[in-house]
């Protein structure tokens, strides 16, 4: 979450883009997964013997139909270009903050604008093949914005029953692991939604910590959970948010397991639990 100067974010451009090219899978999530199916079916001989293996309930396979998930993925790999807009102040209620920043990145380069972009993407695939409606806030990852009071009104505007902000942080090094971050009452539009948010934060905290093994925060908040009212995204929301901050991407260990696409996809599928576990609870 924390920003970065301008002159070394310049160098990640071209970083940024490139990681950028692997997005824009949504559209093509559900073709990806009908076409996995058809390769997996069964060989005929297989098919003789265990008939029982092609016909698997729907529910089961698309346990997330009706429900609509709104991913927000952090920042965005323009940002550096256009201060101005980036810094223009919006209001959140509880202050006036700029309009998005430019994001971390880890010592080697790679943004948290590119970390958030792909994982997002995986997810979009992952939550898609199981049925749900998955919105992103952001079209690529080349591009400037939106202000986070926009990434708050996209989940309320697609009136989703889950929304996720995914971000990584910019730490001191020797910090690690992962936190949660919850919404709190504010005397605002955020407050109906707070009770819910807070049981998404459980059910995501859990999954994360399950599937990916990385620890609970060693710097922020207590077992991996956070309550801020300064935070737009969460502020103006008026559906169930939370934000997490995947763990430290200033930290040597973290940043290299982020780096890992096989690891991303880790982080994608424990997201995409979580989300669930909340969902069908
Ligand atoms: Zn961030």
Redesign the pocket.
């Known amino acids: ?2 920003a970065l100067p301008a002159s070394l974010l310049a160098v990640c451009g071209l970083i940024a883009t490139a990681c950028g090219s692997t997005g824009s899978g949504g559209a093509a999530a559900g073709q990806a997964a009908q076409a996995d199916a058809t390769t997996l079916a069964p060989a005929p001989t297989q098919a003789r013997t265990k008939p029982q293996a092609r016909a698997k309930p729907q529910a089961a396979a698309r346990p997330l139909e009706g429900k609509t998930i709104v991913i927000d993925p ?2 965005n790999g323009g940002n550096y270009r256009d201060p101005k807009a980036v810094n223009r102040k919006v209001n959140v209620l509880t202050k006036w903050k700029p309009c998005d ?1 430019t ?2 990145e880890t010592n080697s380069h790679y943004t ?1 604008a590119a970390f ?1 972009w792909d994982v997002s993407n995986r997810m979009v695939k992952i939550l898609k093949a199981r049925g749900a409606t998955v919105k992103l806030t952001r079209a690529d990852n080349s591009s400037v914005g939106p202000c986070i009071t926009e990434r708050a009104a996209i989940g309320n505007k697609a009136k989703a029953d889950a929304a996720i902000s995914v ?4 730490a001191a090094a020797a910090n690690h692991g992962f936190h949660v971050i919850m919404p709190k009452k504010i005397n605002g539009p955020v407050d109906p939604v707070v009770a819910d948010s807070r049981k998404l934060g459980l059910a995501v905290r859990d999954a994360y910590k399950k599937e990916t093994g990385l620890p609970y925060s060693t710097y922020i908040g207590s077992n991996a959970l956070d309550f801020r009212d300064d935070l737009g995204g969460l502020n103006l929301s008026t559906v169930p948010k939370i ?1 997490i ?1 995947c763990g430290n991407m200033r930290n040597a260990g973290e940043a290299a397991k982020f780096q890992n696409s096989a690891f991303r996809q880790r982080i994608a599928v424990a997201l995409a639990d979580g989300l669930q576990h909340y969902l069908k609870a």
Do not use: L, Q
Not at 167 to 170: A, K, L, R, S, W
């Open positions: 979450m924390r952090g920042h920043t994001g971390t948290e958030t971000h990584g942080d910019g934000f901050e």
